[in-house]
C-alpha cells in the first residue's frame, strides 16, 4: 500500500449487518477496532454505538493478490494458444502449479477468495473465467466433502474446461448474433477439443480429463459431447457444469448484460433436475449463497409455491442460502386462500418445498 492511500470514513449508524471492510479500522482517535475482512454483524456494530463510536475510519487494502493471479493466469493462457498455434506438446506444469497455489489461497483465506473474482473484463474473459470457475469448484467440490487431492484435481479440470475454446475461430466465439446451427455444432466441440489436446501430456490425472470433456454434459442427458445422464456423468464435471454457468451468468458480454449473483442462482435453480443434479443444486443454494452474497435468497416476505400447490409467505430464514424456510400457508393446494393460515418450518416437513417464487 502506498503513503498516500487515502483513508476512507464510514458512519456506524448507516452500517449494513454482513458488510466488511478490507482494511483495519480505527476510531476517531487512532485506536484500533477491528482487522480486515471483519464481517460486521449486528452485534458489533451494536457495541460500537454503545460504546458512542459514531465514525469508524479505514485504508482499503490493495488487492495485489487477484492482481498476481490474473497476471500469472494471463501468462499460461498466452502459452497455451502459443503452443496450440504452433501445434506444440502442452507444457502443463506451471498450470499445475497454479491450480495447487490457487487451492492453498482459497483454503487459507475461506470467504475472502472473492476478491480474486471481482476483475472482470472482455478481453480476459477466457482466463478470468477460468480462474473464477477454479475457484468456485474447488470451493464447492471442498464443501460438498471430496477428498483434497480430488479437490485440487477438479481444480485443475475447471481451470482448463475451456481449452479447447482456443482450436475454435475467434469470429465465432466473439459473435454477436445468434450462432448458426452450423457455427454451434462447431463449438460443441471445444471439450473434446481440450480434452484430445490436454490428453498429450503424460501426467494430467483422469479426474481433471474428465472435467474438460463432460462439463457440458446434462442431468437429462441432452448435454455434449456422449449425452450421458446424471450418475454416469463424473462428480468433478457436475460440480465444474454448475460453476461455469454461475460464472457465465454473472459476467459481463458484448451481448449480454451481467446478471446479478441472486438471478444467476435463481436461474441455475431452474435447471435443477433439467442441467443439474438436484442434490448438487440444492447444495450449491446452501454453501455457495452465503459466500457469495449477503442479501438473502428468498427474502422474507416473499411468496412462493410450494411443492404441494399450496401458496405461503417466508416467514424466517435459517440461513442466507435457505430453501427450506419457515413460511405460513396462506392457500390450500388449489391455491384458493384458508380462512386460518397455518405457518410451517420446512426444515421439518419432508411433504412440502419451495418450487418457485412468485413474482410480485
Given amino acids: 500500500m502506498e503513503d498516500g492511500a487515502k483513508r476512507l470514513e464510514v458512519i456506524v449508524e448507516f452500517m449494513v449487518p454482513g458488510a466488511t471492510l478490507s482494511g483495519d479500522t480505527f476510531d476517531f482517535e487512532n485506536n484500533f477496532l477491528y482487522p480486515a475482512y471483519t464481517v460486521y454483524t449486528s452485534e458489533i456494530i451494536d457495541t460500537l454505538k454503545a460504546k458512542g463510536i459514531k465514525r469508524i475510519y ?15 493466469a494471463q501468462d499460461i493462457w498466452e ?35 472473492l476478491y480474486l473474482m471481482k476483475i472482470k473484463d472482455y478481453d480476459d474473459y477466457t482466463f478470468t473465467h ?19 487431492k480430488l479437490v485440487r484435481e477438479i ?22 448474433e445468434k450462432l448458426t446451427s452450423d457455427e454451434f455444432e462447431i463449438i460443441k466441440k471445444h471439450p473434446e477439443f481440450g ?16 472435467v474438460i470433456l463432460y462439463h457440458h454434459e446434462n442431468y437429462n442427458g441432452k448435454g455434449y459431447p ?31 448484460r451481467a446478471y446479478s449473483s441472486r438471478e444467476a442462482i435463481l436461474s441455475i435453480m431452474k435447471e435443477s433436475r433439467v442441467k443439474f ?26 411468496l412462493v409455491l410450494l411443492t404441494t400447490g399450496e401458496v405461503a409467505q417466508v416467514e424466517e430464514l435459517h440461513s442466507t442460502g435457505d430453501l427450506r424456510p419457515i413460511v405460513k400457508i396462506l392457500t390450500n ?28
Fill in 58 to 72: 479505514y485504508t482499503p487494502a490493495e488487492n495485489n493478490d487477484a492482481t498476481a493471479f490474473t497476471e500469472q
Fill in 79 to 113: 502459452s497455451l494458444f502459443e503452443a496450440v498455434r504452433t501445434n506444440a506438446r502442452p507444457d502443463l506444469e506451471q498450470t499445475k502449479d497454479f491450480v495447487l497455489s490457487l487451492h492453498q489461497y482459497v483454503k487459507q483465506n475461506k470467504d475472502r477468495f
Fill in 130 to 148: 477460468s480462474v473464477n470457475v477454479g475457484i468456485l469448484a474447488m470451493t464447492m467440490a471442498s464443501k460438498h466433502g471430496l477428498e483434497e
Fill in 155 to 176: 481444480g485443475l479440470g475447471a481451470f482448463l474446461h475451456d481449452v479447447g475454446k482456443l482450436m475454435i475461430p475467434k469470429e465465432i466465439l466473439n459473435k454477436k
Fill in 195 to 210: 480434452y484430445e489436446y490436454v490428453a498429450k501430456h503424460d501426467h494430467i490425472p483422469p479426474n481433471a480429463l474428465n
Fill in 226 to 256: 456422449k449425452g450421458f445422464q446424471d450418475e454416469d456423468i463424473p462428480i468433478g464435471a457436475r460440480i465444474t457444469s454448475i460453476c461455469d454457468v454461475y460464472d457465465a451468468l454473472i459476467t459481463p458480454r458484448p451481448y449480454k
Fill in 277 to 302: 443434479n438436484p442434490v448438487l443444486v440444492s447444495r450449491f443454494v446452501r454453501d455457495m449463497t452465503p459466500i457469495l452474497q449477503k442479501e438473502p435468497l428468498i427474502p422474507v416476505g416473499t
Fill in 333 to 360: 393446494d388449489k391455491q384458493q386462500k384458508i380462512s386460518r393460515p397455518f405457518t410451517v418450518d420446512l426444515t421439518l416437513d419432508s411433504t412440502r418445498s419451495v418450487k418457485r417464487i412468485i413474482p410480485r
